[in-house]
């Protein structure tokens, strides 16, 4: 099961953190993956570390002629994940929405919207004539639920994301492509104190990390997720119900 054999795949801001573990994962069921990073080196890194015939492919998703020229190098792309994101190159500093001004809001916008349209528009023409592809975006529960923490343009790129999938989902579903989101809750990548803060709200009792990110990924990625596209799946430890 979930045998990816034969398969390429795309997974955006790879060179770190969720994006190393959803690349592993899909490396452990037989896809050759394309290790996307705007950092060149983390995405060699990444590459040489799944051996095979994984393949680092640098790019900023911001950068649509970028995004397009990479993908048109690298060849037929099956399965995109779409995890590039947070603040882009830039770090995402909290403040309340009024307080802030437009300049503040295109960096998470261009990273979690923008990234996420370009990287989906250069695959799906060569999934459209192949009649097989998968399109998976790590969503967040910022873009479902909102959050009261100061990163609103942040919450409007993932919920974005999250109605783009729906979208392709209803327009791509009959061409044999499959759109769905992960909304993640609280993840193990916050700073330490943060995260002994935090991983008592969750009733699972922790936080979130890759290893719990990557499996789904490749299920989604699989053949036995053919009947599932247009969701969004919630993988945050009970935190929210729906």
Request: aromatic content about 4%; overall charge negative.
């Amino acid at each position: 099961m979930f045998d990816l054999t034969g398969r390429t795949a795309l997974v955006t801001g790879a060179g770190q953190n969720i994006g190393t573990g959803i690349a592993r994962s899909l490396a452990d069921a037989g896809a050759r993956v394309l290790v996307n990073d705007v950092v060149p080196d983390r995405a060699d890194e990444v590459a040489a570390s799944l051996g095979g015939d994984a393949k680092p492919v640098p790019f900023d998703v911001t950068d649509r002629e970028a995004v397009a020229a990479a993908i048109d190098a690298a060849g037929p792309v099956d399965v995109l994940v779409n995890n590039a994101g947070n603040g882009g190159t830039e770090a995402m500093l909290p403040g309340r929405f009024v307080d802030t001004v437009p300049d503040q809001w295109q960096g998470p916008l261009d990273v979690n919207l923008h990234g996420v349209l370009h990287c989906c528009h250069a695959v799906l023409p060569g999934m459209v004539e192949r009649g097989h592809g998968r399109i998976i975006t790590i969503s967040s529960a910022a873009g479902t639920h909102g959050v009261g923490l100061g990163f609103a343009p942040y919450s409007v790129g993932k919920g974005g994301s999250l109605s783009l999938m729906r979208s392709l989902a209803l327009e791509h579903g009959r061409d044999g492509i499959t759109a769905n989101s992960v909304a993640l809750g609280i993840m193990d990548s916050v700073r330490a104190e943060t995260a002994r803060a935090l991983a008592g709200t969750v009733p699972v009792g922790r936080l979130g990390s890759p290893d719990d990110v990557g499996p789904l990924c490749a299920y989604l990625a699989s053949d036995e997720a053919a009947w599932i596209t247009g969701q969004t799946i919630g993988l945050n430890g009970g935190s929210f119900t729906s």
